[in-house]
């Protein structure tokens, strides 16, 4: 076994998933293919969002997949910063407003 | 970033046959990657056959104005191999009775070879489809006796094709070195003043864009409508087509990723994004290149690398058109540079 959980030779075995189920390994990479294609969003847009996600979701094998994609698609470092801000505040967001929560129970509680 | 060739530093790189090692051992000598050859095997493409000749891509000399640091020339200020009359006559010899249509002149900064525009006068006399001179753009601005370089080439008809990677400073500055972005913004000002990039001009201006860094280009058209986009909005800037080049690992590029450790990542880049159909139009099959000392090569990188055609007949003066159309063309592992992805080469992605 590997001594770390994480090996970034494994990235491009990612296909190999479907060794041990071909029909859904084969369904889900259709599915991913398809996602990826121009469409009302265009492909550069859908990967700064991928990339965004991936920083939310903290996988490291799609941070480095979409750094690159984002590189070769002339996506300034500039503008995966700022997606990754939209990540950010809607991360911090979800726990803050969780704050109504706390403010109407310390209300509900509160002489 | 450095400012002086390979050559200059009496790099080990700066000896083809250092990089040919290099090429061939480690991660393809022990076989976690296929050599050249076993893809082109897969695909019953072994040996490399040419198709009819079209372009003759002529490297008027490896000086340069600029060091880039991905340059596969090793080019710059201190590089002094420079084409000869004598050969600049031998040429246009060849030119007169050849298929070629594409005639393709480059450098170094092929401006700065003393004979260039009696060359380009003369070459332009004898006709040809398309007439490249690949301009870094910031030549035009090095020295007076350059400015009126846009007027020349207009007078000619010439095709200008100008590296630009990047439509902002910070990336291309890191290539090309400090103030070359606000060099080359002005030189394609200029060229567009005269109705270069225009369409119902006919003066064709191409840009060329090479990844800066150890990533390959991504889809041509997209980037394309990017630059167009923002070249026009930030800078008035118009022309006609990008072309997206593959960074090859050779010469001052295979440094960089030797140096950054992107070496082996970048191969294995390039490997898996292998690419059959490249292979059929790979611009080694109707281009043949010329060296600064009359020598033919299959292309350009092949030229840096000292891996002349072929046969018998390997000097300008010898040109011999029916051996060469049944020669072999020569390998190695940077050819995975041309056929990655949609493919690679001077006029751009070869697969749509």
Redesign the interface.
């Known amino acids: 076994m590997e001594k770390t959980y994480y090996n970034p030779k494994d990235l491009k075995k990612f296909g190999s998933i479907s060794e041990w189920n071909e029909e859904l390994g084969k369904k889900f990479f259709d599915y991913y293919n398809t996602v990826f294609e121009e469409g009302k969003l265009t492909a550069r847009e859908k990967s700064l969002i991928a990339l965004a996600v991936a920083h939310t979701i903290q996988c490291p094998y799609c941070i480095d997949a979409y750094t690159s994609d984002g590189m070769q698609r002339g996506i300034e470092k500039e503008e995966m910063m700022e997606a990754l801000h939209v990540a950010g505040a809607i991360r911090g967001g979800a726990s803050l407003v969780h704050g109504v929560q706390m403010m109407n129970k310390v209300e509900k509680l509160s002489m | 970033m450095t400012n002086k060739s390979l050559a200059f530093r009496k790099n080990k790189l700066s000896d083809p046959r250092e990089q040919l090692k290099y090429l061939s051992n480690g991660i393809f000598q022990d076989g976690q990657l296929p050599k050249f050859r076993e893809k082109l095997d897969e695909g019953s493409e072994f040996p490399l056959k040419p198709h009819t000749l079209e372009i003759l891509q002529i490297n008027v000399g490896y000086m340069c104005n600029q060091v880039c640091s991905h340059c596969h020339v090793d080019a710059g200020p201190d590089r002094k191999e420079i084409m000869t009359l004598e050969t600049m006559e031998q040429i246009l010899d060849v030119l007169k009775n050849t298929t070629v249509n594409t005639l393709d002149l480059t450098g170094g900064a092929p401006e700065m070879n003393p004979h260039f525009r009696w060359f380009v006068e003369e070459a332009s006399k004898i006709g040809v489809d398309d007439f490249i001179v690949r301009s870094n753009l910031t030549i035009i601005l090095a020295n007076k006796k350059f400015h009126d370089l846009p007027e020349f080439f207009k007078k000619h008809n010439v095709h200008v094709v100008s590296s630009l990677p990047?439509y902002?400073k910070e990336?291309t500055d890191k290539q090309r070195g400090d103030g070359v972005f606000a060099k080359s913004i002005k030189a394609l000002q200029m060229l567009n003043d005269l109705g270069y990039g225009k369409e119902e001009s006919g003066l064709k201006l191409d840009l060329v864009?090479n990844?800066a860094?150890a990533?390959?280009?991504?889809?041509q058209k997209?980037?394309e409508d990017?630059f167009k986009k923002r070249l026009y909005e930030d800078f008035g800037i118009e022309f006609n087509g990008l072309f997206t080049i593959t960074n090859l690992p050779i010469s001052r590029f295979l440094e960089y990723l030797i140096v950054s450790e992107n070496y082996e990542d970048y191969m294995?880049a390039l490997v898996?994004a292998y690419n059959p159909t490249a292979v059929k139009n790979v611009m080694c099959r109707n281009t043949l290149s010329v060296s600064w000392d009359g020598y033919l090569y299959d292309c350009d990188f092949n030229q840096m690398l000292e891996m002349k055609v072929n046969g018998n007949a390997q000097h300008i003066s010898e040109f011999n058109m029916n051996e060469l159309a049944k020669r072999n063309i020569k390998i190695s592992q940077h050819c995975y540079g041309c056929t990655a992805g949609a493919g690679s080469s001077c006029q751009g992605s070869l697969v749509e």
Do not use: E, H, M, V
């Not at chain 2, 990533?215 to 889809?219: E, K, N, R």
């Open positions: 990047f902002s990336r864009y990844p860094g990533f390959l280009p991504g889809d997209g980037l990017q294995d898996s």
